[in-house]
């Protein structure tokens, strides 16, 4: 039999409503507490990183590839839309590949990677510049346009009123997609026909489209600055040719894969005049800002620890104190110092064990009434998103409860020192 565990369970059933056991109850509130917190903070972090990059990739991909001139301002140069590249770039499952090394490590040896996965789609784009307007307003939209090849399924879930657009093989089609916010702000509803106007060297050309659909992302900076068409009706208006394309927009299976796949287009297979680059890159502002959540996260975490300890190291105290004269019986009767600690580490593990597991099943209801019903609203205009989002990160909330309970119980060795202190002749006259 294990004697000091034995001890320590009787100690456990013994507290009742003493102020010693006041103090327990108090611990292990204070340890659900902040592991509730945790965990709750860890989900929704990562809900929101992958909600965010979600509505970002869904609408505009993973990796751009365009002119070389072509910046953020969209100007309208074409690249041709190479049969050649597009299979090469579908056929690609994985890459090994050792990506050139940056001008402040031009002394080291690049080192051979391997991705987790490979392409997974391949799309032109073409974009273009325009003015929508009505009889009383105008209002300024890029137009991308896509083809038959554009996996409608990523904007679906997005679209509010109405459908997508209808490809035919005939007539390029003239429906059009705009956002929530642009059909609000001109009045638009599905199934008016509205005037656009082009501005082409100093010449302006108009025509007119059907409202076919209504979408909202979240992302208003984005939304109201991008309707979507149809691909050939832009290369028409433009005077390209049907294989002319602005760019192709490029899909990954494995978002770690993302720079190591785009090393490899660029250098390896990319002609002349053509660069590659990651959305994380072209839109790096909103990525940053979901970094910064990590800061976050990590801060949170830290703090809630550091209450939990504070609470386990009061209570443990408290707890050894008020057992000093059981502490000088055990002394007199042989028991050694690390004997006496190992009591008191026992009934700490068990707060501490009560306390995570407690503070888990709290975290995991709040989350799943969250993730169900929503219930928790946010403001989309800064947030992104409408609702506080809620993914279950099994790994971050396995290492949060190891973590806790190897740091948390590695500091209660330093309280449970005092017990080296306690004089049994003192502690035994005393009682």
Not at 346 to 369: D, E, H, P, R, T
Request: net charge negative; with cysteine; proline share 3%.
């Amino acid at each position: 039999m294990n004697i000091e565990r034995f001890i320590a369970s009787r100690i456990s059933s013994s507290v009742g409503n003493t102020f010693s056991g006041l103090i327990i109850k108090i611990a292990i509130a204070a340890v659900a507490l902040s592991m509730m917190v945790m965990v709750i903070t860890t989900n929704v972090i990562t809900g929101f990183k992958n909600e965010i990059s979600h509505k970002i990739f869904s609408f505009w991909g993973h990796i751009h590839i365009a002119d070389n001139n072509v910046g953020q301002s969209y100007e309208l140069i074409p690249i041709r839309k190479d049969s050649r590249l597009i299979d090469s770039l579908k056929k690609i499952n994985q890459v090994v590949y050792a990506p050139p090394p940056s001008i402040y490590d031009v002394d080291q040896k690049p080192q051979l990677e391997t991705s987790n996965g490979g392409i997974t789609e391949v799309e032109p784009y073409t974009i273009v510049p325009a003015i929508l307007a009505d009889k009383t307003q105008f209002e300024g939209l890029l137009l991308k346009g896509v083809d038959y090849n554009f996996n409608k399924e990523r904007i679906l879930k997005f679209l509010k009123d109405g459908s997508f657009i209808t490809f035919t093989d005939s007539l390029p089609s003239r429906d059009m997609l705009v956002s929530q916010s642009t059909a609000e702000r001109m009045s638009f509803t599905v199934g008016q026909r509205v005037n656009v106007s082009f501005i082409l060297e100093g010449q302006l050309i108009k025509r007119q489209f059907k409202i076919s659909g209504i979408y909202k992302t979240g992302l208003e900076e984005y939304d109201q600055r991008f309707a979507l068409v149809d691909m050939g009706i832009l290369q028409d208006i433009l005077g390209w040719n049907t294989d002319q394309i602005s760019g192709l927009e490029v899909f990954v299976s494995d978002l770690d894969d993302l720079d190591l796949i785009n090393d490899f287009i660029y250098y390896e297979l990319l002609p002349p005049a053509t660069y590659s680059e990651t959305v994380r890159s072209k839109f790096y502002q909103i990525f940053e800002w979901l970094e910064l959540q990590n800061i976050n996260e990590r801060v949170i975490i830290i703090l809630m620890i550091i209450v939990a300890l504070i609470n386990m190291i009061t209570a443990l105290l408290i707890f050894v104190l008020e057992r000093t004269n059981m502490i000088g019986v055990l002394k007199a009767l042989g028991a050694t110092n690390w004997s006496i600690r190992k009591i008191f580490l026992y009934n700490s593990a068990q707060i501490i064990i009560k306390g995570i597991v407690i503070g888990n099943v709290i975290a995991v209801i709040i989350c799943l009434i969250q993730k169900h019903t929503g219930i928790m609203k946010l403001r989309e205009a800064d947030y992104y998103l409408s609702e506080v989002p809620i993914e279950f990160n099994l790994t971050s909330m396995l290492l949060i409860n190891i973590g806790t309970v190897v740091v948390i119980f590695l500091f209660m060795a330093i309280p449970s020192m005092i017990v080296a202190q306690i004089d049994p002749v003192k502690t035994i006259q005393f009682k």
